[in-house]
C-alpha cells in the first residue's frame, strides 16, 4: 500500500512537473520565434530600403555625371599646375606675357604668399612694370581682367615715371588667381 500510495502522489506530480516544464519551453519558443520574427521584419526594410537606394541609382548618376561636367567647366577658370610654385610661375609667365606685348618691361616680379580658402588656394604675383603711356596701361588691365582662368588685380599703384615728360607710368601690379592645386 505504501507504494500505491508513494505511486498515487508522484504520478500527479511528475504530470504537473511535465506540464510546467512544456509550458516553460512552448514559453521560451514563442520567444525565440518573436525574436526571430523581428529579425526577419528588420531585414525586410533593410532590403526595401536597398531595394529603394538602387532604384535610385540611375538618376544619382546622372545628377554625378551632371556635377562633374560643371565641375570641369568651372575647373577652366583655375590656374591648373602640380604644385602651388609651378602655378605661381605659370601666372608670373602669363602677366610678363601681357605686359610686353602691350610695349610694358618688366622691373622686377615675385610670388607672393599663398592664401589657403577652403578647397582652393589663391595664388599671389607683385610685378613692377614700366608703360609707355595709360593706354597700354588700359589695354594691360583689360587683358588681365577678362582672360580665362580668372585673373584679379588686387592691388595697383600708378606712378608718372618722370614728371617733366610725363608719358612713361611705373606700374606695380598684385594679382591673384585661384588654384584647386594643394
Known amino acids: 500500500m505504501k507504494k500505491s500510495k508513494l505511486l498515487l502522489i508522484a504520478i500527479p506530480v511528475i504530470v504537473v512537473l511535465a506540464c510546467l516544464l512544456t509550458y516553460q519551453r512552448y514559453t521560451a519558443v514563442r520567444q525565440d520565434l518573436a525574436v526571430v520574427r523581428e529579425e526577419e521584419e528588420l531585414k525586410e526594410k533593410a532590403i526595401r530600403k536597398y531595394l529603394a537606394l538602387i532604384a535610385e541609382r540611375p538618376e ?50 615675385r610670388a607672393g604668399k599663398t592664401e589657403e580658402r577652403e578647397a582652393f588656394s589663391v595664388i599671389n604675383v607683385t610685378i613692377d ?43 606695380k601690379l598684385d594679382i591673384a588667381a585661384l588654384s584647386s592645386t594643394k
Open 60 to 109: 544619382l548618376e546622372k545628377k554625378a555625371a551632371e556635377l562633374k561636367e560643371l565641375r570641369k567647366a568651372n575647373d577652366t577658370n583655375l590656374m591648373d599646375g602640380q604644385t602651388l610654385a609651378i602655378v605661381a610661375a605659370s601666372l608670373q609667365d602669363m602677366i610678363r606675357t601681357i605686359v610686353t606685348s602691350h610695349g610694358g618691361t618688366i622691373s622686377s616680379e
Open 129 to 171: 612694370t614700366v608703360l609707355p603711356d595709360a593706354r597700354s596701361l588700359a589695354d594691360v588691365l583689360y587683358a588681365i581682367e577678362t582672360r580665362t582662368p580668372y585673373l584679379i588685380v588686387r592691388d595697383l599703384d600708378v606712378r608718372i615715371r618722370n614728371m617733366r615728360a610725363p608719358k612713361e607710368l611705373s606700374v
